[in-house]
């Protein structure tokens, strides 16, 4: 099992930057990939970012690229989301995800979430 705790969530102002982080315990051994979901009422969870547990490859949904950073610390097994330049459709409860199978952007493919931390962004 892995367990996954978020913390940072927010409200900022449209332009703002938020930082959550994602702590890692449990088998984290058999991680593969660390993603990062987020999800708005009535819609399905949409893939934000993910990196390869090793930290070597990090992917991004279109609409955060050069805005969002994802990265890990290896020493506290901590993934992290830099947000910057938020804007008024990034408002969303954040979910952190685990994959042990190498397959990160697909929902079903993660065996382990975190609860979830709510982002607002206010214009």
């Known amino acids: 099992q892995v367990q996954l705790e978020e913390s940072g969530g927010g409200a900022v102002q449209a332009g703002g930057s938020l930082r959550l982080s994602c702590a890692a315990s449990?088998?984290?051994?058999?991680?593969?990939?660390m993603t990062w979901f987020r999800q708005t009422p009535g819609k399905e969870r949409e893939f934000v970012a993910a990196i390869s547990w090793g930290g070597g490859n990090a992917y991004y949904v279109n609409s955060v690229k050069g805005r969002f950073t994802i990265s890990r610390d290896g020493s506290n097994d901590t993934v992290y989301l830099q947000m910057n330049s938020l804007q008024p459709e990034d408002p969303a409860l954040y979910y952190c995800?685990?994959?042990?199978?190498?397959?990160?952007?697909?929902?079903?493919?993660?065996?382990?979430w975190g609860q979830g931390t709510q982002v607002i962004v206010s214009s």
């Open positions: 995800a685990a994959s042990t199978t190498c397959s990160y952007d697909d929902p079903k493919a993660n065996r382990y």
């Open positions: 449990g088998r984290t051994f058999s991680i593969c990939f």
